[in-house]
């Protein structure tokens, strides 16, 4: 089992940025995809975006385009989420998912090892 541990999160004002960052334990990282979901409060746990083994394909969800970043560094077991514009509607736990393979999904169910999660605060 991958351990995956997330850090990063915080408070910031609408309009802020933060930098999410998720390590993953194991040697080999680079033949899975990378999910990053978040959960707010009352709400159901959704994909934010996620990125392929080798890093050439990424899905972001329409919430977030044009504002987060995701990228991996294969040599370091480290996926970012590089977070800009950030709206209050972006407040959750966001957590960091290994995929069970290469491809990107959407779809929880593809991802078979989660982190323990971190919490961002966009206070507008």
């Known amino acids: 089992q991958v351990q995956l541990v997330e850090s990063g999160g915080g408070l910031v004002q609408a309009g802020g940025s933060l930098r999410l960052s998720c390590v993953a334990s194991?040697?080999?990282?680079?033949?899975?995809?990378m999910g990053w979901f978040r959960q707010a409060p009352g709400k159901e746990r959704e994909v934010v975006t996620a990125i392929s083994g080798s890093g050439r394909t990424t899905y972001y969800a329409n919430s977030v385009k044009g504002r987060f970043t995701i990228s991996r560094d294969n040599a370091k077991n480290t996926v970012y989420l590089q977070m800009n514009s950030l709206k209050p509607e972006d407040t959750a736990v966001y957590y960091c998912?290994?995929?069970?393979?290469?491809?990107?999904?959407?779809?929880?169910?593809?991802?078979?090892?989660w982190g323990q999660g971190t919490q961002v605060t966009v206070s507008s």
């Open positions: 194991g040697r080999t990282f680079s033949s899975y995809a």
């Open positions: 998912a290994k995929g069970a393979y290469s491809g990107t999904s959407i779809s929880e169910t593809h991802y078979e090892d």
